[in-house]
């Protein structure tokens, strides 16, 4: 089933803390979330938000690719876990320059 873009920055908005939530209790991990990633970035690149919110010193430069997830995501591997510690952020970062 494919959806409008819109609904999904609208799903991915509201889902955005319960993803947040089962992060926490370890439920899902950073791969989990990537699709919501891409689409709440719309495209965009938002790197400029994700270094204003350090993103990059919180976690790590494997990380700032989620933040213009348009341009590729390199494999996904363990050293991608900690990147799950400023989903918050990035999800903040997309959020941002959303037009719905």
Do not use: W
């Not at 955005?16 to 209790?25: F, G, L, P, Q, V």
């Amino acid at each position: 089933m494919q959806y409008h873009p819109s609904l999904l920055l609208l799903d991915a908005a509201y889902k955005s803390n319960e993803i947040r939530a089962a992060m926490d209790r370890g439920q899902c991990g950073i791969f989990n979330v990537v699709p919501f990633l891409e689409c709440a970035s719309q495209g965009k690149d938002n790197s400029e938000c994700c270094r204003h919110r350090g993103i990059v010193q919180k976690t790590g430069p494997q990380c700032e690719q989620f933040c213009r997830p348009a341009q590729g995501l390199s494999s996904l591997g363990v050293q991608h876990i900690v990147c799950g510690n400023a989903v918050g952020d990035m999800l903040h970062c997309h959020h941002s320059g959303v037009r719905i």
